[in-house]
């Protein structure tokens, strides 16, 4: 079985950063290619960006590009989510998805609470 948890979240300043972290385990993590989605109060869950499970191809979504980093530490199972210049618009429950790219199952942490005052 495998476990997705996020951390990482809390309060920041308009302008601000935070940095989310997505440790999975119970399965070669390498063999997970990793997403950030994110979920506004009373909206569906919506993409931000993912990795391929080496690490050498990131996407984002046009409303974080230039301010979100995504990146990987295979060897620590975990993928992080560097969050610069946060504005009101960023306040979401953040959610990570680990996908395995050889049978297409995807797992979802708990999420975590990122709010952003102005």
């Known amino acids: 079985q495998v476990e997705v948890v996020e951390s990482g979240g809390g309060l920041a300043q308009t302008g601000g950063s935070l940095t989310l972290s997505c440790a999975a385990s119970?399965?070669?993590?390498?063999?997970?290619?990793i997403a950030w989605f994110r979920q506004f109060p009373g909206k569906e869950r919506e993409y931000v960006c993912a990795?391929?499970?080496?690490?050498?191809?990131?996407y984002y979504d046009d409303s974080v590009t230039g301010r979100f980093t995504i990146s990987r530490d295979n060897a620590k199972s975990t993928v992080y989510l560097q969050m610069n210049s946060l504005t009101p618009e960023d306040t979401a429950v953040y959610y990570c998805?680990?996908?395995?790219?050889?049978?297409?199952?995807?797992?979802w942490g708990q999420g975590t609470q990122v709010t952003v005052s102005s």
């Open positions: 990795i391929s499970k080496s690490g050498g191809t990131t």
């Open positions: 119970g399965g070669t993590f390498s063999d997970y290619a």
């Open positions: 998805n680990a996908r395995q790219v050889y049978t297409d199952a995807g797992y």
